[in-house]
């Protein structure tokens, strides 16, 4: 019984760690849910270096808009992506990324050019 009381404390302590490693957006630019006066492209910045693996903004129509997103080796928290024609309407970001874990996260996030 003291070994698996043990284990489960174990566990406990650890699970910390664990959540704490994935890749976390903290911040885009425009920021999500937002309404602007014009855009020329997106930033993103997370809670640790990560790879970008894709980037899409697509329009209200469905949409992929053309950008200067390229896959690189190198990581790094922050990333700056121009986009072309955001001009009035809703836009919807898809980003995926690999952080040094190993682990895959996507999010999307929307805002909308006046």
Do not use: W
């Amino acid at each position: 019984m003291e070994k698996i009381i043990a284990f489960v404390g174990l566990c406990l302590l650890a699970a910390p760690l664990f959540v704490q490693a994935h890749p976390k957006l903290l911040e885009t630019t425009p920021a999500a849910g937002s309404t602007v006066g014009s855009a020329a492209g997106v930033s993103l910045s997370f809670n640790q270096d990560v790879r970008l693996l894709k980037l899409s903004v697509t329009s209200e129509n469905g949409i992929e808009l053309d950008s200067d997103f390229k896959i690189t080796p190198e990581s790094k928290k922050d990333y700056n992506v121009s986009v072309d024609n955001m001009v009035k309407g809703k836009f919807t970001v898809t980003a995926s990324v690999v952080g040094a874990d190993g682990h895959s996260v996507s999010r999307s996030f929307s805002f909308t050019v006046e």
